[in-house]
């Protein structure tokens, strides 16, 4: 089972600062790599997926990078509505797809 | 506009049994992949289950209890639950693949919370 470990665990950043948020896998995942928000009280959200593709509709300020077992999700100029838990994903070697533990993102 | 919509959640005792239901809308249900994946109070994501075409997959902490399946002419995908167990306490949201196969999950319904409590 692949293992995903996030850092930092919580990330204080002001509105308009970037954020760059670190996500790591126990062995090499290659691209299979996806990024998740979820706002407290909501669902998770799909945000990027191969490591770096936005998915629909997700505001160019979102991007991803990374490949093997170091990934970056950053985003480049904080948004109100961007404070929220992060979650990268796996999906390389499954079963079990695994996600880390979450950044989350706060004032 | 692509939907997913789960019921059946509620609070049942240990041991006893629950079905949950999601449904699609928007899409067409049968070419993709589909999942569950449950958080439990104040935690982190977990996967459950995904089905593809005709192969099942499940996590060792639900397997031998718990069943994925599908209703491609009710555009309905399904996680039937039996001996459950506190630890089974969670929102259980029902997930959309980015494509045939597991993977990605794009579309993410609202969730429904499951409570094993006696």
């Known amino acids: 089972e692949i293992a995903m470990t996030q850092s930092p665990a919580t990330l204080s950043v002001s509105p308009g600062e970037r954020a760059t948020l670190s996500c790591r896998a126990s062995?090499?995942?290659?691209?299979?790599l996806a990024w998740y928000q979820q706002i407290p009280g909501q669902a998770p959200r799909l945000l990027i997926y191969?490591?770096?593709t936005r998915a629909t509709g997700i505001p160019a300020r979102f991007s991803g990078s990374g490949s093997g077992t170091e990934f970056t999700l950053t985003i480049s100029s904080l948004q109100s509505e961007d404070f929220a838990v992060y979650y990268c994903?796996?999906?390389?070697?499954?079963?079990?797809?695994?996600f880390g533990p979450g950044t989350k993102v706060d004032i | 506009e692509v939907q997913l919509l789960e019921s059946g959640g509620g609070l049942v005792q240990p041991g006893e049994s629950l079905r949950l239901s999601c449904a699609a809308s928007g899409f067409t249900f049968s070419t993709y992949a589909m999942t569950w994946v449950r958080q439990a109070p104040g935690t982190g994501l977990e996967w459950v289950s995904s089905t593809s075409g005709a192969y099942t997959y499940y996590g060792d902490s639900v397997k031998g209890r718990f069943t994925i399946s599908r209703d491609n002419s009710k555009n309905t995908l399904y996680l039937q639950m039996h001996s459950l167990r506190a630890e089974d306490t969670a929102v259980y949201y029902c997930?959309?693949?980015?494509?045939?196969?597991?993977?990605?999950?794009?579309?993410w319904g609202q969730g429904t919370l499951v409570t094993v409590s006696s």
């Open positions: 062995q090499s995942v290659s691209s299979n």
């Open positions: 191969g490591a770096s």
């Open positions: 997930a959309k693949n980015i494509i045939s196969m597991p993977g990605a999950f794009d579309i």
């Open positions: 994903q796996q999906y390389m070697s499954w079963p079990p797809f695994t």
